[in-house]
């Protein structure tokens, strides 16, 4: 067979594959609801968000787009599901934190975020704020800090799970501190906050609007918020960072996430349909009011972002031995 003739054939077995893969490419939006799978109960944090973004996606591109929320297993239930589930378009995720940068070198998953899943744009973002129970009698992170050198393995911080932000926000301060805070998790963020409250447990790495109302009330104590900056509803409350921590951070952040397999091109829309909702005044402001924090980013910024988080987690889960148990 000469050259011309390999061509020609090479191009008949080729055409129906670039044909095919072209069409699933252009159709978007999908012609069937989509599902926005959230790894956590309705109500809280991410939930909110995924619900004003879903909305706003929705309206735009002319399809409905469902949340689901699969709370369980710290978001991992969530995540393996996503991660088996249909690679058209039609499934995305609302990845965290936990499941896509902790939990691998915590506990032994079924899933692998970096091969499994692919990056479609960051989320929303938000820090932590420590706050500690009136009783400990304690009203700066100094005091606090003093208080645990003073009493080791008799101050207790809560969160909501082995492997979850506000578990690895406690161990990089306990790190960064030379403390010995020992760890109480919870299976979410209000008993945590119930036995806080309770003065069941000395402190907790909280979500800032979870704990507004009741260090507005008096009964909890704001330490240190765990962000770069101080957040805009907490003005008066100082960063970890800038009481004496340069450079600690340990934010709590969303970003959304599909099934590997999803071709390239639908990757691509979605990510330019989640970045114009982000970007869109009245939705920036919807979620600023949650205490939430607009962070789109490109698929490759993503991708980039959740490697350096990961390498981040992964070297504090070794060093303070972390386990699930």
Known sequence: MNKLHLLRATALVLAPLLLAGLCQAQDFPPKKPVTLVVGFAAGGAADAAARLIAKKLSENIGQSVIVDNKAGAGGNIAHQQVANGPADGTVLLFGSIGPLTIAPH???????????????????????VLVAHKGVGVKTLAEFVALAKKKPGNVYYASTGAGSASHLAGELFNQ????????????????????????????????????LPHVESGKLIPLATTGPTRPSYMPNVPTVAESGYPGFEA??????????????????????????????????????KHG??????????????????????????????????
């Open 106 to 128: 915590v506990m032994k998953l079924s899933y692998d975020p970096f091969k499994d899943l692919a990056a479609v744009s960051g989320g929303v973002s938000f820090p932590n």
């Open 251 to 288: 934010l709590n952040w969303y970003a959304f996430v599909a099934p590997a397999k999803t071709p390239a091109p639908i990757l691509d829309r979605w990510n330019t349909e989640i970045v114009k909702v982000l970007n869109d005044a009245g939705a920036r402001d919807a979620l600023n």
């Open 292 to 325: 939430l924090t607009p962070q789109p980013t490109t698929r490759a910024e993503l991708a980039a972002f959740m490697k350096k988080e990961d390498a981040k987690w992964s070297a504090i889960v070794r060093e303070r031995k972390i386990t699930a148990n």
């Open 176 to 211: 960064r501190a030379g403390i010995e805070m020992v760890h109480i998790p919870y299976k979410g963020g209000a008993p945590a906050l119930q036995d806080l409250l309770g003065e069941r447990v000395t402190s907790y790495f909280s979500a800032p609007p979870t704990a």
